[in-house]
């Protein structure tokens, strides 16, 4: 079985729904396209509050990353500027996320980021 590193951006074939059942911290979704547009979508169980979704679908060849949304916060300045939070107690501050992949996971249609090709 493949396993990530937290914090890696990937770049699936099929489409991936992203479900959070649990959730003690809100997770953001980043989406980066083809013509260098991105994305950003809340998923958390505060349907009532804020802009939160449950599920999400991130489409086939979209390069995408999870992160707590309060470990990071994103700035548009006519440039995107992300910076970290201080840390947080894992304790107390965690997330519980399934990915299920459309159709069946390949482990050979699967594409994982390299920095040094993000960063420009």
Known sequence: ???????TMCRPR???PLSSPCLT???DVFELYKDGNFKLTSVGSDLLGEDQQPQYMVPPYVWFRLYPTNDYAISIDGAVKV??????????HHSFLGATCIPAF????????KRAEFIS
């Open 14 to 16: 099929e489409t991936t």
């Open 25 to 27: 911290a809100l997770l």
């Open 1 to 7: 079985m493949a396993t990530k590193k937290a914090g």
């Open 106 to 113: 390949q482990i050979e249609d699967a594409e994982v980021a």
């Open 83 to 92: 910076h970290k939070a201080e840390p947080r107690d894992a304790d107390n």
